[in-house]
C-alpha cells in the first residue's frame, strides 16, 4: 500500500512539475504513464486478493 501511495504522489508531483516548467512536457507524460501502471498494478493485486476468500 505504501509503494502504490509513493508511485501516486510521484505520478502528480511530477505532472505538476510538467505543467509548471516551459519545455519540460515529457515529465507531464512521464507522470502519467507512471499514474496508469501504478493503477494498473493496484487492479491487479486487487483482483488477486478477491479470490483467496477462506470458505466456512
Known amino acids: 500500500?505504501?509503494?502504490f501511495l509513493l508511485l501516486?504522489?510521484?505520478a502528480v508531483l511530477l505532472g505538476?512539475?510538467?505543467v509548471a516548467v516551459d519545455g519540460l512536457a515529457?515529465?507531464?507524460i512521464?507522470?502519467?504513464m507512471l499514474l496508469?501502471?501504478?493503477v494498473a498494478f493496484g487492479?491487479?493485486?486487487w483482483s488477486?486478493?478477491?479470490g483467496r476468500r477462506p470458505i466456512r
Open 36 to 38: 496508469v501502471a501504478d
Open 43 to 45: 487492479a491487479v493485486r
Open 16 to 18: 505538476i512539475i510538467g
Open 30 to 32: 512521464t507522470g502519467i
Open 26 to 28: 515529457f515529465l507531464l
Open 8 to 10: 501516486v504522489l510521484a
Open 48 to 50: 488477486r486478493r478477491a
Open 1 to 3: 500500500m505504501v509503494l
